[in-house]
């Protein structure tokens, strides 16, 4: 590997940010470092050509989308090294778990996964500190990434990012690592949940009181911040949830981002099922992951997929004996 360069790559939501600000904490006076804070979309591309350069990565919040990125890994990754992959994704842990080059742990987010990792490599007073003043915003993250949901702060940070992007809570981070909001900061980020509460009531409203598997919001309703909290609200709140909710969104290169959330693992089991490495991509949690669909398809193309996928998985899962009696029942149920 080339040590003169240190090259960060980590996701765009509160999780991958923070882990990012920690990793350029820990490295900043190892080596320059170049920042890559991205998507599913891209995540192949920036490890294969860092491969290619013989850069040092540290990889959070991310894991590779195609098989061809996991073997050049497997091929040039040097068994003695220590891992650069820190993830805590469920669909990733049964197929990848065992590689040298990845460490995973699903109890928690991905930046608490590194976190833990460098305490326990943790060599002089000055790494100790530098944990120390990252503490706080890490168990922040964990708090919003693991949907426990006990800090208010966690709500407010990921506002931040919705209001100012990934690179400006990063830049933040880099420059004051403690979570303590300043003034300016709190009143931005309370606002934003404010007027997050009237999304919420309009995406209510889209929904009706539709009772299916599925709960689908089109484009221009919620915003990169609100899924999750939708997804509670949805989920947890309603007289009779559905067993997905969705929302889709349009980028700016016309491709579909459309972020899942479940409680049954149905999320996972879907993006499973519809992702083909090529034309749509994906990953994520049991019950938190997001798809991207390539801007050819409609949002009709893709609620028809979502709600061919859960036909599938619901078809799988019966049990096996069911009579004709119980089809009748079922499609009576799923009629009203």
Not at 167 to 181: A, H, K, N, Q
Not at 274 to 294: E, I, M
Request: aromatic share 8%; proline share 4%.
């Amino acid at each position: 590997m080339n040590a003169s360069i240190i090259h960060i790559i980590s996701h765009t939501d509160l999780d991958g940010v923070v882990a990012a600000a920690l990793a350029w904490h820990h490295h900043r006076d190892q080596a320059p470092l170049k920042i890559s804070l991205a998507g599913y979309g891209i995540v192949d591309n920036l490890i294969l050509e860092s491969l290619k350069r013989e850069e040092k990565m540290v990889v959070l919040d991310l894991f590779c989308q195609k098989t061809r990125t996991v073997d050049e890994i497997d091929k040039r990754f040097p068994q003695e090294n220590e891992p650069f992959v820190f993830d805590h994704h469920e669909s990733n842990f049964s197929r990848y778990s065992n590689r040298p080059w990845l460490h995973l742990d699903t109890r928690y987010c991905a930046a608490r996964v590194y976190y833990l990792w460098l305490q326990e490599k943790c060599r002089n007073e000055k790494e100790k500190k530098i944990l120390e003043k990252m503490e706080r915003m890490v168990e922040i993250a964990n708090d919003r990434d693991m949907w426990i949901n006990d800090m208010e702060e966690s709500r407010l940070w990921q506002g931040l990012i919705t209001l100012c992007g990934p690179w400006g809570i990063f830049t933040r981070l880099v420059e004051d690592p403690y979570p303590e909001m300043r003034g300016h900061e709190l009143h931005a980020a309370r606002l934003f949940v404010e007027k997050q509460k009237q999304r919420f009531d309009q995406a209510l409203e889209i929904l009706g009181s539709r009772k299916k598997d599925l709960a689908f919001v089109g484009d221009g309703v919620l915003e990169f911040g609100d899924v999750s909290d939708f997804g509670g609200l949805v989920l947890d709140h309603l007289q009779d949830p559905p067993r997905l909710m969705a929302s889709a969104s349009r980028k700016i290169t016309g491709e579909w981002a459309v972020s899942l959330r479940s409680r049954e693992g149905l999320a996972g089991k879907v993006v499973s099922i519809l992702k083909d490495g090529s034309k749509v991509r994906g990953g994520g949690h049991d019950n938190a992951a997001a798809l991207y669909f390539p801007p050819q398809y409609s949002q009709e193309k893709i609620r028809d997929s979502l709600e061919a996928a859960i036909k599938a998985i619901k078809e799988k899962e019966s049990p096996i004996g069911a009579t004709l009696g119980d089809v009748f029942k079922k499609a009576l149920e799923e009629e009203k």
